[in-house]
């Protein structure tokens, strides 16, 4: 590692603030990315017949635990579960008392493991399209549902988890590319002035007046709503973001003596600006990132919460939220969407500062 990166890395360090937030923000993405594992209505390992499957993976037809059917096994079904654990044995189906008694005499007792079979459930037996038998819903918190259940009597803490994980992952994914595009923009505009950064100045004017939201309108009533079509829309729009602050700081350094050096010297004009120019202009980039990545979170949510951004049937934090402001005697819904979006915002914004202040060669920390 060079001296400079060193120095960057201490003094992020040195910011406990960043430094914690990053800690506990790449815990909770790490566990959203394993989602399957902690909120799902299908098991993690199925144990039939001394064969070990993993539906959480795979899918299985109900036949191949002994059932009749051919469509996915419903392992929440009590005679599902009593195949499994009874090896597929036939007083399953036929003798409802005899299953009871086959149950007791080989120790099964709420589908726990029992001698010829067994079933590890995740920590939260529901996944985030569940519909579950709770009555009346929403239906608030207990002991099953640790954050209640949304207006079609799905588990809010198992669409809270997916809904986070697909936010970053939009997020991140926006983020970069647009970003990338943006600083090749403005790097170009300002590094080579004149009628170049005229041009695309003008152009970049015409294209942050047209309205997103109509194409995205347009769009998606031709295309159909998608997760990788609002993707490319957002980056389509708001790569524009870094470009006025990348440029601003090519045009002030492109005639710094170290410059006017290398291209005395014939260096290439690619690697001047990405080499030497871009690594002083990362400070005001990095500045504006907060603002970038969390606006893509905000985008999604707003999107999702207009009914214009995710598919129906995917989990959103945006729709959780607009379920809150539709149900308003169920303030566990607003009141989860609402510190979803605070502690998730938050974090990005206090790891990003510390990013900023540790490319800062004015910021050090001790």
């Not at 936010?167 to 170009?188: K, M």
């Not at 949510?301 to 607009?322: I, T």
Request: aromatic fraction near 14%; hydrophobic fraction near 50%.
């Amino acid at each position: 590692m060079s001296p400079l990166a060193a120095r960057r890395l201490r003094n992020f360090r040195a910011n406990r603030r960043a430094f914690w937030s990053l800690i506990l923000f790449s815990v909770l993405f790490v566990l959203s990315l394993f989602a399957e594992l902690i909120a799902n209505d299908r098991p993690i390992v199925v144990s039939y017949r001394g064969g070990l499957y993993f539906p959480v993976y795979k899918f299985y037809p109900e036949t191949t635990f002994g059932g009749d059917f051919r469509t996915e096994a419903i392992y929440k079904d009590p005679s599902v579960e009593c195949l499994i654990v009874t090896g597929g044995r036939e007083e399953c189906w036929d003798d409802p008392e005899a299953t009871e008694r086959e149950a007791q005499d080989t120790g099964m007792v709420g589908g726990a493991a029992i001698e010829k079979g067994w079933l590890l459930w995740p920590p939260i037996p529901y996944s985030y399209r569940t519909i579950n038998n709770v009555g009346a819903a929403p239906s608030a918190p207990d002991a099953r549902h640790w954050l209640g259940t949304d207006d079609t009597a799905r588990d809010v803490l198992a669409r809270v988890i997916y809904g986070f994980r697909i936010s970053v992952f939009f997020a991140l994914v926006v983020t970069v590319i647009s970003s990338a595009i943006g600083i090749a923009a403005g790097a170009v505009q300002g590094y080579f002035g004149g009628r170049t950064d005229l041009i695309v100045q003008r152009l970049m004017e015409i294209w942050s007046s047209t309205p997103s939201l109509y194409v995205i309108i347009i769009l998606f009533a031709i295309l159909g709503r998608s997760f990788w079509l609002l993707v490319f829309i957002v980056i389509l729009f708001g790569w524009p973001a870094l470009t006025g602050v990348v440029r601003a700081e090519f045009l002030r350094a492109r005639n710094f003596e170290y410059v006017r050096a290398a291209r005395a010297l014939g260096v290439a004009d690619r690697v001047i600006m990405f080499r030497h120019i871009l690594p002083n202009a990362m400070v005001a980039t990095l500045t504006m990132l907060p603002f970038v990545i969390t606006g893509a979170i905000s985008t999604l949510a707003s999107l999702d919460y207009l009914g214009y951004g995710l598919p129906s049937s995917a989990p959103s934090l945006g729709e959780l939220a607009l379920q809150g402001k539709q149900n308003l005697q169920a303030p566990w819904l607003a009141f989860t969407a609402f510190f979803t979006f605070s502690i998730m915002l938050s974090l990005l914004v206090f790891i990003f500062e510390g990013v900023r202040d540790a490319f800062d060669p004015r910021k050090v920390f001790r």
